[in-house]
């Protein structure tokens, strides 16, 4: 069984989703294979949070762009929400050509005094 199957059965075992969440989730992991996936290209969806001007990130997220594109309907509305707060707008539809892409991009570069934000594809 792929991981990503054992991921949702976790969540549903947690009650983290319902039965008919993890039902979705497993059908369109069934539908969705990125090409560059089939192609034996593992994509990387990173995420980086540096502090102060530092060198070293204090966060260091690195998801396979596969769970990232499989889990985005699921959580998009939260993360609109939470940027929208902080007073930051994200083009979602920029997030979702560079998934589709089989290209490496920059997504998101937010730098605010010494702190800075990057997600990128690689």
Sequence with gaps: MSEEKLKILKMLEE???SSSEAMEL?????KSAP??????????LRIRVYEGGG???KVNINV???WAKFM???????IKAKLADKG?????????????????????DVQDGGDK?????E
Aim: glycine fraction near 8%; charge should be negative.
């Design 88 to 108: 930051y707008s994200v083009d979602l539809g920029k997030i979702q050509e560079a998934i589709d892409s089989q290209e490496p991009m920059k997504i998101i």
């Design 15 to 17: 009650k983290k989703i």
């Design 64 to 66: 396979p762009l596969g």
């Design 117 to 121: 934000v990057e997600i990128f594809i």
């Design 72 to 78: 985005a309907p699921f959580i998009e509305g939260k």
């Design 55 to 57: 060198a070293e990130p």
């Design 35 to 44: 090409s560059a996936e089939r192609e034996g290209k593992s994509r990387t």
């Design 26 to 30: 497993l059908e369109a992991l069934g």
